[in-house]
């Protein structure tokens, strides 16, 4: 059985379509954002694709495991990952 393109969730294949689509367009504001920082010297990541990468999968670990409830808020995490995602673009 062939694996399921990253991002698709096994969904139905004209959904498919739609969600490949979406997460692509996703990925190249993100490419874009990247690459204009680097271009003005703001950022300076080690490596700009798997940057992109790890900062996208922070982003959605927060939608799977954010618990009103947990021992952080909403701002601690907003901040600590914002820390983070800054720390592997280069930025102090």
């Given amino acids: 059985m062939a694996a399921e393109p990253l991002g ?12 490949v689509a979406l997460r692509d367009e996703f990925e190249q504001i993100w490419r874009d954002v990247i ?3 680097i271009a003005d010297g ?3 990541p ?3 694709a798997l940057t992109r990468f ?4 922070m982003c959605n ?3 799977l495991g954010y618990r009103p409830d947990g021992r ?3 701002d601690e995490i907003s901040g600590i990952i914002s820390r983070q995602a800054l ?4 930025r102090p």
């Fill in 8 to 19: 698709t969730g096994g969904h139905q294949p004209e959904a498919r379509v739609e969600l």
């Fill in 87 to 90: 720390a592997l673009l280069g």
């Fill in 61 to 63: 670990g927060v939608a």
């Fill in 35 to 37: 690459e204009d920082g």
């Fill in 46 to 48: 080690e490596d700009p």
């Fill in 54 to 57: 790890s900062i996208i999968q």
């Fill in 72 to 74: 952080l808020t909403l």
């Fill in 42 to 44: 703001s950022f300076k």
